[in-house]
């Protein structure tokens, strides 16, 4: 039996055979950090805090409905 905990709260779980994705490039895009993943996701400074999408075109469909 594993003692290792379970993580099973949607997307913060992942399969245990998948590796961690890994940053491939962060910076500053119009005043706006972000870091760019192995795994296509996104992460960016919003206005209201960190926000993590599942590519940049999600990041973009968001952006545009905030303008």
Same mark, same amino acid.
């Not at 795994?39 to 469909?61: K, T, V, Y």
């Given at each position: 039996?594993?003692? %290792?905990?379970? /993580?099973?709260?949607?997307?913060?779980?992942?399969? +245990? #055979? &998948?590796?961690?994705?890994? =940053? *491939? %490039?962060? @910076? !500053? =895009?119009?005043? $706006?950090?972000?870091? *760019?993943?192995?795994?296509?996701s996104i992460e960016a &400074?919003?206005? +209201? @805090? $960190? $926000?993590?999408?599942?590519? !940049? #075109? /999600?990041?973009?469909?968001?952006? #545009? &409905?905030?303008?």
């Amino acid at each position: 039996m594993s003692s %290792k905990p379970s /993580e099973t709260n949607g997307t913060s779980a992942r399969n +245990e #055979d &998948q590796p961690a994705a890994t =940053v *491939l %490039k962060s @910076g !500053i =895009v119009d005043g $706006m950090a972000y870091s *760019l993943y192995s795994d296509g996701s996104i992460e960016a &400074q919003m206005p +209201e @805090g $960190m $926000m993590r999408f599942g590519s !940049i #075109d /999600e990041l973009r469909a968001h952006l #545009d &409905q905030r303008s």
